[in-house]
């Protein structure tokens, strides 16, 4: 892959806290023995640096690399965001975190993952003392700013799943001056929600355990067993929203979503909130 595979470097200088270890170095072993889940993950591959995690999981996919394969990263030279847009990926920062799913469902029910990841990610870090809000469909808010983004790019034949990867990018530890000038009003970070440092490989650990009890669920139950994990944290709940779908925009209300995982939404003038399967909030008011 051209990427060396070995520790994640000790945090740069000046980005420790004296007198406590933030990040101690991640290895494979270190991860497995503090997992509860460490049989559900077939192999941890942590880099130092890639363009980015989801294209290395992706090509991993195409080589045979099995279900449960984790790429993690300590910076991304072209970490990829959702529509296109990149993801913000300097060093010594952040989790930047790719998983090899090969499920044996829809392309429709795949597509949900990146749902149920999203709620296995509020609960980490809501595990770590910080409770954030799922802003559907892939983001996690803490107060009024994005934390984290999800994104998940999926391989299927007509009706199976070939493999999907879900991509987390969770601002751990960025300081307002890290923010690039045209995100710095709307990003935000634990640690700048909460005025401390956090331990990246803590809120690694927390998201893959998180993760395989919540694909456990979803497997069992679908998303209507995640359900109530989405509801009590959902942002948008009664806001006023612009959702774009396929070429289309329209202003209306989000009033939830349902146990399919589908936005339930108003739009203005209507009788009836209508189920949106995939679409985007490109504004929100209260
Ligand atoms: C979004 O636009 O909100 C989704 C951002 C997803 C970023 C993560 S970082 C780890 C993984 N690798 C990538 O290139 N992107 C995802």
Redesign the pocket.
């Known amino acids: 892959m051209g990427e060396r595979l070995h520790r994640i470097r000790a945090e740069r200088q000046g980005s420790v806290v004296p007198g406590r270890e933030i990040d101690s170095r991640l290895s494979e072993a270190g991860i497995r023995s503090r997992l509860r889940t460490p049989g559900f993950w077939a192999g941890f591959n942590l880099l130092d640096v890639t363009d980015?995690?989801?294209?290395c999981a992706m090509e991993m996919a195409e080589s045979g690399a099995p279900h449960g394969t984790v790429v993690v990263?300590d910076a991304?030279t072209?970490?990829?965001?959702?529509?296109g847009?990149s993801?913000v990926?300097p060093p010594a920062r952040n989790v930047?975190?790719?998983l090899l799913l090969r499920p044996d469902m829809s392309p429709a029910e795949g597509a949900r993952l990146s749902l149920v990841a999203g709620v296995a990610l509020a609960d980490a870090v809501e595990a770590m003392g910080v409770p954030g809000a799922l802003k559907w469909p892939?983001?996690l808010y803490l107060d009024d700013r994005?934390a984290?983004?999800?994104?998940a790019e999926m391989a299927s034949g007509a009706d199976r799943v070939r493999h999907v990867v879900i991509?987390?990018?969770v601002n751990v530890n960025m300081v307002p001056g890290d923010f690039p000038p045209e995100i710095s009003g709307k990003a935000t970070s634990l640690r700048i929600r909460s005025g401390r440092p956090f331990s990246r490989e803590e809120l690694l650990e927390r998201f893959l355990d998180a993760f395989a009890d919540r694909y456990g669920e979803f497997l069992d139950g679908g998303f209507a067993a995640l359900h109530e994990g989405w509801d009590r944290r959902d942002f948008l709940r009664g806001r006023r929203v612009r959702l774009r779908r396929g070429r289309g925009e329209e202003w209306g209300t989000a009033e939830g979503v349902d146990p399919e995982g589908a936005l339930r939404f108003l739009p203005d003038g209507a009788a009836a909130a209508e189920p949106v399967q995939s679409g985007e909030i490109l504004e929100y008011g209260r």
């Open positions: 980015s995690t989801n294209r990263a991304q072209a970490g990829r965001g959702r529509l847009r993801w990926s930047y975190v790719s892939n983001d994005k984290a983004g999800i994104l991509g987390a990018g």
